[in-house]
């Protein structure tokens, strides 16, 4: 289907020219060909090897190829493992560091179980699997690897259908559906079937399922160091469709398959870890209070569910990831604009290592960040500055040291835009953490055109990081202002509360006043301010041009427009209601529409844009195209992008479709821009 809106746009959305073009000193679209990112490094368990996926931006394909690489910590010496046809993710080493697992579409089929032998170099095919493998997890003595695959199911049927006589061509017969959960952002409509664990030899075979039945086994797959139990975590309840954010921790006994137990509080509990000597479990959760966020904590119990309790109950940030080995208990947060990795004693004392994380998510700067360590204590993390996106470094003896130049040529030739931190300061005196991205040739006393771009979530965090959009906006000669209002993560549950049972609402003076800041401080023109923002801050941008008249033009991407239709038709329809709305639409309407920015639409005046992926099911297409139609009958200049088989996350655009999104912005702030 071709979409009509670039035609009434009126824009000039050309396709970049490569070949006869002389390269532009500034990151510009054409950038994203060829820009790598390291994700997932895993270090070998002696510390003295690291194997990462290496995600690049294929021109020819206009996809992210993966592969897998290997590098040597001391000399720091890469070495490529599995490249070529196909996807390559997921590396895990064995407990002697003589094996690496693997995922891998190099046969030409689906995702299949792989192991490489690293003295000989050689690799096989380990099994012919039912499902895509997710979560490997090799067994204590290496003999065994534990997966999860998702395993179909038979649908629902209603009524006995018709067969058609021989040679006729019906068409096809209904699709039925029944669960809570049918469609997933990024996933599409859903196969009836649920995730299952299996085991296979580490040398190939035939698997064995060890869970079954009409419930999902899954999250991440940890074995006891007796080999005899598999912990996961996962809802078994009657009633798991509709529980909202419970899960609890299971043991599964590798012999009979038997599955206990071993939490059972209303609240999630989940990423269990089992101590080296198998006597203890670390786990995050918490108590569910029937808010739209609660931070993570951290828990201990004995291996068979007694004596849970919480240590470091004073550490007031969101703990999102695990891991215990023989040198201690580690756990990832998010901290002020950055990730970071701290070790954590049982009597509660948080230690930061000297590290400080960056995520994969490239196109805009999200904290966050990716590691995991040796048996020694070595760290092997995702680093990165707000001049490169994510390489791969090591933290040893204190020390941390890059390892990887990703994109050090590529870029080494670019004049790139600078980030500058803000001062902030919201009315009641809190502070709103800020940066503006200021193009390269800047000059101080000469403000800019300035685009105000608003994060998503709205649980989740900016910070000074890599931001492929930015660049491309100050090679267009926009500043960018971003923030971290209320609501965000990273300063504690008290921030993040400033938006508890009111979002969107509290929010708008807030980024006010970063837009004021930005001005009285000499970056951004009053004249030509534009604003932006994603998911989150789609929904803040349709928000702020239905409160103010300030902003030249917006661009409203993947919002949600109405909370009506948000709660009951998101993919996660089970959670919004309960947790952020408090209450469904037919007990609570009118706050549901005081919450809504299609309840300002009369008051509209700024040209708007929409955009949106084809297959979003977080924040459905309909939500944009409701503020579109809107928009149209108010007689308010406006347009709708559709992003064909995009779904809620910019990198589920190619690389070809992120510089097209870029361009419809630009494009549509350069129209309304005083020249």
């Known amino acids: 289907m ?16 490569y070949a006869q073009d002389a390269p532009s000193p500034a990151f510009t679209a054409e950038d994203l060909f060829g820009l790598s990112v390291a994700a997932d490094p895993q270090i070998s368990p002696d510390g003295k090897r690291i194997a990462y996926v290496r995600r690049t931006n294929d021109i020819m394909t206009d996809a992210a190829v993966s592969s897998i690489w290997m590098i040597d910590v001391a000399s720091g ?13 997921s590396p895990r080493w064995s407990p002697g560091g003589d094996r690496l697992a693997y995922v891998s579409t190099q046969s030409g089929g689906g995702p299949e179980l792989h192991v490489r032998w690293m003295a000989s170099g050689q690799s096989a095919n380990i099994t012919a699997l039912p499902g895509a493998p997710q979560s490997l997890a090799w067994s204590p003595d290496g ?20 067969s058609p006589p021989e040679g006729a061509k019906w068409k096809p017969g209904p699709q039925i559906i029944d669960r809570v ?36 086994h899954g999250g991440g797959l940890e074995w006891t160091p007796d080999g005899r139990t598999i912990l996961i975590s996962g809802n078994r309840d009657e009633d798991w469709e509709l529980s909202g954010v419970d899960s609890e921790v299971y043991a599964i006994d590798v012999t009979s398959g038997a599955i206990t137990a071993l939490t059972d509080r209303d609240g999630p509990d989940a990423n269990p870890q089992v101590s080296p000597d198998g006597r203890q479990i670390a786990y995050l959760g918490y108590d569910d209070q029937a808010m739209a966020y609660v931070q993570n904590g951290i828990y201990v119990m004995d291996r068979d569910g007694s004596n849970k309790r919480r240590i470091a109950s004073g550490f007031d940030r969101d703990v999102t990831s695990l891991e215990w080995n023989a040198a201690g208990l580690f756990a990832g947060y998010e901290d ?12 509660g004392s948080v230690s930061p290592l000297g590290a400080e994380l960056v995520d994969t998510y490239y196109t805009r700067p999200y904290a966050g960040g990716q590691w995991s360590v040796s048996d020694g204590g070595v760290l092997a993390y995702t680093s990165g500055s707000t001049l490169r996106p994510s390489d791969v470094s090591v933290l040893r003896s204190g020390k941390a040291t890059r390892l990887t130049s990703l994109n050090d040529l590529k870029l080494s030739g670019k004049r790139l835009a600078q980030v500058r931190e803000l001062q902030v300061t919201a009315a009641d005196g809190t502070k709103i953490p800020s940066w503006i991205v200021l193009p390269a040739d800047w000059q101080e006393g000469k403000p800019l055109p300035m685009i105000l771009e608003i994060h998503g979530g709205p649980y989740a965090g900016y910070g000074p990081s890599f931001s492929s959009d930015y660049q491309i906006y100050a090679s267009a000669g926009y500043a960018t202002l971003y923030t971290n209002p209320g609501g965000s993560t990273g300063y504690g549950q008290a921030f993040a509360d400033r938006i508890e049972g009111n979002y969107p609402i509290s929010n708008h003076d807030e980024l006010m006043a970063a837009v004021d800041a930005a001005v009285a401080a000499g970056y951004a023109d009053a004249d030509n301010l534009f604003v932006t923002g994603g998911s989150g801050g789609g929904i803040l941008t349709a928000w702020i041009v239905g409160k103010t008249d300030r902003f030249a033009a917006a661009a409203s991407y993947k919002p949600v427009i109405n909370w009506t239709n948000m709660a009951l038709m998101s993919d996660g329809y089970a959670f919004f209601g309960k947790y952020w709305m408090k209450g469904q639409p037919w007990e609570r309407p009118e706050d549901y529409w005081r919450r809504s920015p299609l309840a300002n639409a009369a008051n509209i005046k700024t040209p708007t844009l929409m ?57 549509w702030f350069d129209k309304y821009k005083d020249k």
């Open 611 to 667: 955009l949106v992926g084809e297959e979003d099911y977080r924040t459905p297409r309909s939500e944009a195209e409701q503020f579109y139609g809107a928009l149209k009958v108010l007689g308010v200049d406006t347009a709708l992008v559709v992003m064909p088989g995009a779904s809620h996350s910019d990198l589920t655009m190619s690389p070809s479709q992120q510089a097209a999104k870029g361009a419809a912005v630009i494009a």
């Open 77 to 89: 010496a890469e070495t490529p493992l599995v490249t070529g046809e196909g996807s390559h993710s």
């Open 181 to 216: 959960t049918y469609r997933y952002d990024g996933a599409g409509y859903l196969t009836p079937g649920f995730t299952q664990v299996f085991l296979v030899d580490a040398v190939g075979g035939a698997p064995r399922q060890l869970t079954h039945g009409d419930r999902n």
């Open 2 to 17: 071709r979409y009509a809106c670039f035609a009434a746009l009126g824009l000039a959305l050309a396709a970049p020219a």
């Open 336 to 347: 002020e604009g950055t990730y970071k990795v701290a070790k954590v004693s049982l009597g």
């Open 143 to 162: 003999k065994r690897i534990a997966y999860s695959a998702d395993i179909p199911s038979e649908p629902l049927k209603l009524g006995s259908p018709l």
